[in-house]
């Protein structure tokens, strides 16, 4: 069963990159400031234009433990936080410091306790679900929860913000600056230079600076320019789109811990539509990847499908960003990795990627300490490489089976009736809710496994058969 | 300055007529300047967009008209939301291959355009159902879903009954008008008529009656012919006999084959569909294993 996260990160001002200004009407001051990815024209020309006056360089530090992050969102501020304590020099380029990136904002019951994440964080615990068919089938999902299990839901400003801090009293230092290219070096021993603006308050749009750095973690979301520029490759990705409705009292009190799940052709052809519950509003949001062009419809239906829970509700904000589907081809080149979104780690089906971040972050900043020991000598591509062979080891199979999942219920309206149909079922919801809570892939009772399988094909088969039904009718 | 690059690139088939002068917004310009965007007629509404404000670094977007953002079909898009933000429109999707080239215009292929490692035809997708385009037949979109029999988001069988027996039949040609009328006009779901069916209240032998069998016969009876027609042919030619001809393992590999194919493979279609499974199956391996494909020192996670 799909879990009901749909992350979707990273700068919103990077999507504005698109002819189609969806712009999120708040304070993304990169409307202001030239953003590296709207047009590489815009960027040269305003560094063309300071380069003549003092590119401020960071002043050299011995090479041993010079570390670069770029970006922070969980993937940046827990890479960052594990390196500082493992006593390398962290640099940590943050664009906007309180940006409220676009996210479903759901974390798994374990990310709490791995990263050591205070109450406050979370401003909901999510203990119900709805999935709700393209005929309108409702299944109620969550009795199999017990008392301390929960999904929790979270802003991302808040977040980020708690993890770069985090990171920072570990001994990380935090630079507000806009990544712009990085400069690979030719020999194992030179430096990589960032080249960044940095906004330090001396000028309304900054200062072009120069970081040298001995390796380099990309954890720039999907847009990631460090993934441009060590040449690791496209990958396919959805688009998700969200709108952020405030709803009346009484409506919100139907979502005080519940989210919905919408499946149907007309939310969408290849994913689902969700009604997540924020701080005080819901967010309403589908996404595809093979009909992007039509997503502003299939938020439509969406909200047509919620109308009546959502009837006189106010949308406050817009956001759409690029969710990666599978990982780019190349995640690890000399002494750059990528980690997070950057590296394409969001599951099928669900969408998660707020956990899988911050894991991967930390993961590869384990390997870069252990591979430099603490900072002392310098890595190469292979200690990166045990990072990747790790992660793959860790969490292959999960991916491998939500990849199994979203090709087999998420391929037609039958297939998504059957999907709901077996949500129902309480060894699916108690199998689900522990492989997300936890993220491990239980394997469970053989017997009832057979069980699931045969209910499985069954409800298929149901499904597919009114389907082929249907289309005799000639009504 | 960039506000004014990103939103006046023109939209296919919009015009846009800067009112302030040059199009230029400077940044600390308190007052508003004026974009009146006109997009082409989309679904026969014509829509003005739009009163863009410059307040310092921010910029708000706000629809001049109160009007959603239309609605497929057409149900609901006024009746949410009271404010909303005006997002220049795009054109209609119509399905493939029906947005503006990429090759014409040098300009690189916005997010919504381009597929990732997809392009062309195959990044813009497939149509989107006919319910999302607001394209139904006139027939079913008059229809909303309306039985007497369906009580408490669910059948009642008791109304499907007669002298005890219960007509399955019927009760699943009622789901089928059922799903199909919502699939191709969905309805909102709401929390008074939740709905409550599940296939499985109809027994497995009626599934088995109904579907199964027919189809059975049907596939039985393809295999008997080229049985047959095969039998015989080889006799004619060979002079041995049905039962001599299976006694061989090439006879019987033969056998296998035949009644594998005639089960998989219905029409030739069907070949392209068991090789695109094929392929599929594998593809997401092959895209996470890509990262070691050029690895310096060949160490394949085993995972994989």
């Given at each position: 069963m799909a879990s009901l996260q749909a992350v979707i990160t990273a700068s919103p001002a990077s999507f504005a990159a698109s002819s189609r200004a969806v712009s999120s009407h708040s304070e993304t001051a990169a409307v202001l400031v030239p953003c590296a990815s709207i047009s590489s024209r815009g960027v040269s020309t305003s560094c063309l234009g300071f380069v003549a006056s003092s590119g401020r360089n960071a002043s050299l530090k011995s090479f041993e433990g010079l570390r670069g992050l770029n970006a922070s969102g969980p993937a940046g501020g827990?890479?960052?936080?594990?390196?500082?304590?493992?006593?390398?020099?962290?640099?940590?380029?943050?664009?906007?410091?309180?940006?409220?990136?676009?996210?479903?904002?759901?974390?798994?019951?374990?990310?709490?306790?791995?990263?050591?994440?205070?109450?406050?964080?979370?401003?909901?615990?999510?203990?119900?679900?709805?999935?709700?068919?393209?005929?309108?089938?409702?299944?109620?999902?969550?009795?199999?929860?017990?008392?301390?299990?929960?999904?929790?839901?979270?802003?991302?400003?808040?977040?980020?913000?708690?993890?770069?801090?985090?990171?920072?009293?570990?001994?990380?230092?935090?630079?507000?600056?806009?990544?712009?290219r990085m400069e690979v070096p030719k020999d194992n021993d030179s430096p990589y230079r960032l080249h960044y603006t940095n906004f330090d308050g001396s000028s309304k749009i900054g200062t072009p600076a120069v970081l040298e750095v001995d390796a380099v973690i990309g954890a720039d979301g999907a847009n990631s320019r460090v993934a441009k520029d060590i040449d690791a490759g496209e990958y396919d990705y959805a688009i998700a789109f969200q709108e952020r409705i405030k709803i009346p009292e009484d409506k919100m009190e139907y979502y005080e811990n519940l989210a919905e799940m919408y499946v149907g052709d007309d939310v969408s052809p290849d994913f689902y539509g969700w009604v997540f519950p924020k701080c005080d509003h819901v967010a309403v949001g589908t996404?595809?990847?093979?009909?992007?062009?039509?997503?502003?419809?299939?938020?439509?239906?969406?909200?047509?499908?919620?109308?009546?829970?959502i009837a006189g509700g106010k949308i406050i904000r817009v956001e759409a960003h690029p969710i990666p589907e599978h990982p780019r081809p190349r995640r690890a080149s000399d002494r750059v990795a990528l980690v997070g979104d950057a590296a394409g780690y969001v599951t099928k089906c669900s969408g998660e990627g707020i956990y899988f971040a911050a894991k991967s972050g930390r993961m590869c900043a384990e390997a870069i300490v252990e591979g430099s020991?603490?900072?002392?000598?310098?890595?190469?591509?292979?200690?990166?490489?045990?990072?990747?062979?790790?992660?793959?080891?860790?969490?292959?199979?999960?991916?491998?089976?939500?990849?199994?999942?979203?090709?087999?219920?998420?391929?037609?309206?039958?297939?998504?009736?059957?999907?709901?149909?077996?949500?129902?079922?309480?060894?699916?919801?108690?199998?689900?809710?522990?492989?997300?809570?936890?993220?491990?892939?239980?394997?469970?009772?053989?017997?009832?496994?057979?069980?699931?399988?045969v209910n499985t094909i069954g409800s298929l088969i149901r499904a597919n058969a009114l389907r082929k039904e249907s289309e005799k009718m000639t009504v | 300055m960039a506000a004014m690059v990103t939103l006046a690139k023109p939209l296919t088939g919009a015009v846009v007529?800067?009112?302030?002068?040059?199009?230029?917004?400077?940044?600390?310009?308190?007052?508003?300047?004026?974009?009146?965007?006109?997009c082409r007629r989309w679904q026969g509404r014509y829509r003005t967009v739009v009163n863009v404000e410059s307040t310092g670094s921010r910029f708000v977007v706000r629809a001049s008209d109160g009007e959603g953002l239309g609605s497929a079909a057409d149900a609901g898009g006024n009746s949410i939301v009271l404010e909303v933000a005006g997002l220049p429109e795009e054109p209609e999707t119509e399905g493939i291959g029906n947005l503006a080239p990429p090759t014409s215009s040098p300009r690189k292929p916005s997010p919504l355009?381009?597929?990732?490692?997809?392009?062309?035809?195959?990044?813009?997708?497939?149509?989107?159902?006919?319910?999302?385009?607001?394209?139904?037949?006139?027939?079913?979109?008059?229809?909303?879903?309306?039985?007497?029999?369906?009580?408490?988001?669910?059948?009642?069988?008791?109304?499907?009954?007669?002298?005890?027996?219960?007509?399955?039949?019927?009760?699943?040609?009622?789901?089928?008008?059922?799903?199909?009328?919502?699939?191709?006009?969905?309805?909102?779901?709401?929390?008074?008529?939740?709905?409550?069916?599940?296939?499985?209240?109809?027994?497995?032998?009626?599934?088995?009656?109904?579907?199964?069998?027919?189809?059975?016969?049907?596939?039985?009876?393809?295999?008997?012919?080229?049985?047959?027609?095969?039998?015989?042919?080889?006799?004619?030619?060979?002079?041995?006999?049905?039962?001599?001809q299976q006694n061989s393992f090439f006879g019987k590999l033969l056998l296998f084959i035949s009644v594998v194919g005639v089960l998989a493979i219905r029409k030739t279609s069907d070949v392209d569909t068991i090789r695109d499974l094929a392929k599929e199956s594998t593809y997401y391996d092959k895209q996470w294993q890509a990262t070691w494909k050029d690895a310096k020192d060949p160490e394949k996670s085993d995972a994989l």
């Open positions: 827990c890479a960052a936080e594990t390196l500082a304590k493992g006593g390398i020099e962290t640099f940590l380029i943050e664009r906007k410091l309180d940006n409220a990136k676009p996210c479903g904002g759901a974390i798994p019951l374990c990310m709490v306790g791995e990263f050591d994440l205070p109450p406050e964080i979370i401003d909901r615990k999510v203990t119900k679900m709805k999935m709700i068919s393209p005929s309108n089938v409702a299944v109620d999902v969550g009795k199999t929860l017990n008392d301390d299990e929960y999904i929790g839901m979270v802003r991302r400003e808040v977040l980020d913000s708690f993890l770069r801090e985090r990171a920072q009293k570990n001994g990380a230092s935090i630079i507000n600056g806009l990544f712009l996404g595809t990847v093979i009909n992007k062009p039509a997503i502003k419809k299939y938020q439509t239906a969406t909200r047509n499908r919620a109308k009546d829970k020991a603490n900072g002392t000598r310098m890595i190469d591509e292979s200690d990166l490489r045990t990072y990747l062979d790790k992660w793959d080891k860790k969490y292959w199979a999960t991916y491998k089976v939500l990849d199994i999942l979203q090709k087999v219920f998420y391929r037609s309206n039958p297939a998504r009736e059957a999907f709901v149909e077996m949500c129902a079922d309480d060894y699916v919801q108690k199998m689900t809710f522990d492989s997300y809570l936890y993220k491990v892939v239980v394997p469970g009772n053989p017997l009832d496994d057979l069980k699931l399988a | 007529a800067p009112v302030a002068s040059g199009g230029a917004l400077s940044p600390n310009a308190g007052k508003s300047s004026q974009l009146l965007v006109s355009a381009k597929g990732g490692t997809l392009d062309g035809p195959q990044a813009e997708g497939k149509a989107p159902a006919a319910a999302t385009l607001g394209k139904t037949s006139p027939a079913l979109s008059l229809g909303t879903f309306d039985d007497p029999r369906w009580k408490n988001g669910t059948w009642d069988l008791s109304q499907f009954t007669t002298d005890g027996k219960t007509d399955w039949d019927a009760v699943i040609d009622a789901e089928v008008v059922r799903r199909k009328i919502l699939e191709t006009n969905p309805v909102s779901s709401n929390n008074e008529d939740e709905v409550v069916f599940d296939t499985s209240i109809v027994p497995w032998w009626a599934w088995v009656k109904r579907f199964h069998l027919p189809e059975a016969e049907l596939l039985n009876g393809r295999a008997a012919m080229i049985g047959y027609a095969s039998g015989w042919l080889v006799d004619a030619a060979t002079g041995i006999g049905l039962v001599d």
